[in-house]
């Protein structure tokens, strides 16, 4: 893997109105190992924003129903993110639910995270989606423009 | 942050209906009332008038009274802050992705 061009870096966007994130990056590195990075307390090591977010403890139960915790501190302000392992696939996919308690984020709001693993050429791709950002059911667009006023959801995996 | 979560709850509610959708880009384009809206969307004024309470309470449209008539506007600044709080998830799991890139990567 090393003789081939070196993998881009994450790219992520958002679509408001169906209220969710997506983010995808090409690591260097076996699902199997990846998976491992994203399911242990080795989220303390990357679950971080520099001058924001930064995770120190994470805890989990890693079976389907089992409850995970990170804490850390966020702006000077302790807080913890909880929930619940909804899919629990090694090495090829997880899925918890995500709530967060103190900041950042909305209080008490429950959204889902998912990652999904898939074995590349030149490692492993990860494609996160992070879903629930509103409280309903996104409804079909109605063509009228609304869409072209947000950010669209790029094509990020071609 | 509690408040924008209930703020972001409100905006999603409001904008989950195609009708009040369209009402929002029509008053994109500019200020109208509601028996403009009502010919606009061939819909009931009471039903229109009803779409536009939803949306007020959003705050996603003020109102203004201009004689007999009240005149609603879009206000964008709920919408900016809905957007504002995925931005912050959108850039966590960027940075974080990039990091996690990093420490498997050894680099």
Redesign the interface.
């Known amino acids: 893997m090393s003789t081939m061009a070196s993998?881009s870096?994450?790219?992520?966007?958002?679509d408001?109105?169906e209220?969710f994130?997506l983010?995808?990056?090409?690591?260097?590195?076996t699902p199997e190992?990846?998976f491992q990075?994203?399911s242990s307390e080795?989220v303390c090591?990357?679950?971080?924003?520099?001058g924001?977010?930064d995770t120190r403890e994470w805890k989990a139960d890693l079976r389907v129903g089992g409850k995970w915790s990170a804490s850390g501190v966020a702006r000077g302000n302790p807080y913890t993110i909880e929930g619940e392992f909804l899919e629990v696939v090694p090495p090829r996919k997880l899925v918890q639910t995500w709530r967060?308690v103190g900041?950042?984020?909305?209080?008490?709001?429950m959204t889902t995270v998912s990652y999904v693993l898939e074995a590349t050429d030149k490692g492993t791709r990860?494609t996160?989606r992070?879903w629930g950002?509103?409280?309903?059911?996104?409804?079909?667009?109605?063509g009228?423009?609304?869409e072209t006023?947000?950010?669209k959801l790029e094509e990020v995996l071609g | 942050?509690?408040r924008?979560?209930q703020a972001?709850?409100a905006v999603?509610?409001a904008?989950?209906?195609?009708t009040r959708?369209?009402i929002?880009?029509r008053l994109?384009a500019g200020p109208a009332n509601a028996g403009d809206l009502a010919a606009d969307f061939e819909a009931s004024r009471p039903a229109v008038s009803k779409h536009l309470r939803v949306l007020r309470d959003a705050r996603l449209v003020v109102d203004t009274r201009v004689g007999r008539e009240r005149l609603y506007e879009v206000d964008p600044i709920p919408?900016q802050s809905?957007?504002g709080?995925?931005?912050?998830?959108?850039?966590?799991?960027?940075?974080?992705?990039?990091?996690?890139?990093r420490?498997?990567?050894g680099k």
């Open positions: 993998t870096s994450a790219r992520a966007v958002w408001f109105t209220g994130v983010a995808t990056v090409e690591i260097e590195a190992r990846v990075a994203i080795e090591q990357w679950w971080v924003r520099a924001v977010f967060t900041a950042p984020g909305p209080a008490g709001a990860v996160l992070h950002f509103q409280a309903r059911p996104a409804t079909e667009g109605n009228l423009g609304w006023s947000f950010q | 942050m509690a924008r979560a972001a709850d999603y509610r904008i989950s209906d195609p959708r369209a929002l880009d994109r919408l809905v957007a709080w995925l931005e912050g998830y959108r850039g966590f799991w960027q940075e974080s992705l990039d990091r996690l890139k420490h498997l990567e």
